[in-house]
C-alpha cells in the first residue's frame, strides 16, 4: 500500500516532470469547467438549441459556417475571453512554475486556451523554432485565445477588452489592417477589396494545428527524459490527447516513474489500466499544496507534518485510488 505523501515525494524527487492539463486546473480562477451543467456551454445552447447537439460541436469547425452557430460560438468566445481577462493564475500554476524554476518542469502541454501559464511566468512561445532545443515550456494544445488573426490577410492582433463585447453580440471585429487598406485604396479610388474578420486563435475540431508536426516532434523528445506524469483537471476524452498520455505513459514506465492522475472525481475507465498508476481524488490546488511541503523538504526546508494520508489501493493493474480529505471544488 502506497500513501499519498509517497506518492508526492516522488514528484518532488523527479528531475523531468511532464504535465498534462485540462479546464479543471483553472475552475479555482473563475473559468468554468465546460461540461459542467451550469457551463458555457448550456448557458450558449439555451440561447440556440438547434444550432448544437453537444458542446463539442461549439467547436467544430464543420459547424460553423451556419448563421446560428457563427453567431453562437462568437458569443461564446467574447464572454469566455471577459471572464479570462479578470482571472488570475491558481495556486496549480504557480505550483507549475515552482517546478520549472527548480528545473524539475520537461514540459506542460495544455488543453487550456486561457493563457494562464504565460501570466505565472512560463515561457508559451509557439514558434518551436529548433524542436531539440525548444525552449517553450508549454505547449498549447488547442491554441489560445490571447490572440486574433484575420482570416483574408492573417494579420495578427491582441484578443483586447475592447474586442469582447462585438464578439458578445454574435459578430466578428472587422481586421484593422484590412480597413487602412481599404482606406487608402478608397482615397486613391481603387476598386474595394475583402475586409476580412477576426478570428480567435484557438484549434477547432477538424482543424489542422498549424504547429502540429513541431508538437509531435517536441512529444517525441520529451519522451526521451521524462521520469513523471502527471495528468490534472482533464476528462480524459479527446482522442489526441488520450494517445499522447499514452505515449508518454509507456516512456515514463520505462524509467521505472509514475503516471499520476489528479482530478476531483474519478474520470478513470479500465482503458487506462497498465497506463495510469494512481488517481489522486480531490482539487489540483489542494493537491499541489501537498506536494509543495515536499519540494520544501528537497530544498532542505524544515519538514512540516502531514495528517490523514493514507490510500486505499483497488484491484492489482488499476490504478490505485488515492482519497485525501481535501477541500472539493466547487460548482461555478
Not at 450558449?44 to 459556417?65: M, N, W
Not at 508559451?124 to 525552449?135: A, H, I, M, S
Not at 482606406?183 to 498549424?210: C, M, N
Not at 488517481?279 to 499541489?288: F, N, R, S
Amino acid at each position: 500500500m502506497i500513501t499519498l505523501k509517497e506518492i508526492n515525494r516522488h514528484v518532488a524527487k523527479a528531475k523531468n516532470c511532464v504535465i498534462i492539463t485540462g479546464a479543471g486546473i483553472s475552475c479555482s480562477a473563475g473559468i468554468p469547467d465546460f461540461r459542467s451543467s451550469d457551463g458555457l456551454y448550456n448557458m450558449i445552447k439555451s440561447q440556440y438549441p438547434d444550432a448544437f447537439l453537444s458542446g463539442k460541436d461549439l467547436f467544430d469547425a464543420q459547424l460553423l459556417r451556419i448563421n446560428d452557430s457563427i453567431k453562437a460560438f462568437n458569443i461564446f468566445m467574447g464572454i469566455l475571453k471577459e471572464i479570462i481577462i479578470k482571472a488570475r493564475p491558481t495556486a496549480t500554476h504557480s505550483f507549475i512554475k515552482n517546478l520549472a524554476d527548480m528545473n524539475k518542469l520537461k514540459r506542460v502541454y495544455t488543453q487550456n486556451i486561457d493563457n494562464l501559464e504565460e501570466e505565472v511566468g512560463l515561457n508559451v512561445d509557439c514558434q518551436f523554432e529548433r524542436v531539440n532545443n525548444c525552449k517553450a515550456q508549454v505547449v498549447q494544445l488547442h491554441g489560445t485565445l490571447s490572440g486574433l488573426r484575420c482570416n483574408a490577410c492573417t494579420n495578427f492582433c491582441p484578443f483586447t477588452m475592447q474586442y469582447c463585447d462585438i464578439f458578445k453580440e454574435g459578430e466578428a471585429p472587422n481586421c484593422p489592417k484590412c480597413e487602412e487598406r481599404e482606406k487608402i485604396r478608397a482615397e486613391q479610388r481603387r476598386r474595394p477589396h475583402f475586409i476580412g474578420q477576426l478570428k480567435p486563435t484557438v484549434i477547432l475540431y477538424g482543424d489542422t494545428h498549424p504547429k502540429g508536426l513541431e508538437i509531435g516532434q517536441i512529444a517525441a523528445y520529451d519522451q526521451n527524459k521524462a521520469d513523471c506524469l502527471i495528468i490534472m483537471g482533464t476528462s480524459l476524452r479527446i482522442p489526441g490527447v488520450k494517445f499522447l498520455i499514452k505515449d508518454f505513459a509507456k516512456a515514463v514506465h520505462e524509467r521505472k516513474g509514475y503516471v499520476i492522475m489528479v482530478n476531483d472525481m474519478n474520470v478513470v475507465t479500465k482503458e487506462w489500466n497498465g497506463i495510469i498508476d494512481y488517481q489522486i481524488e480531490g482539487t489540483c490546488d489542494e493537491w499541489v499544496k501537498l506536494v509543495g511541503i515536499e519540494l520544501s523538504n528537497v530544498k532542505g526546508k524544515k519538514k512540516p507534518r502531514i495528517q490523514n494520508n493514507k490510500a486505499r489501493i483497488s484491484k492489482k493493474r488499476k490504478p490505485e485510488i488515492v482519497k485525501e480529505h481535501m477541500q472539493k471544488k466547487k460548482k461555478i
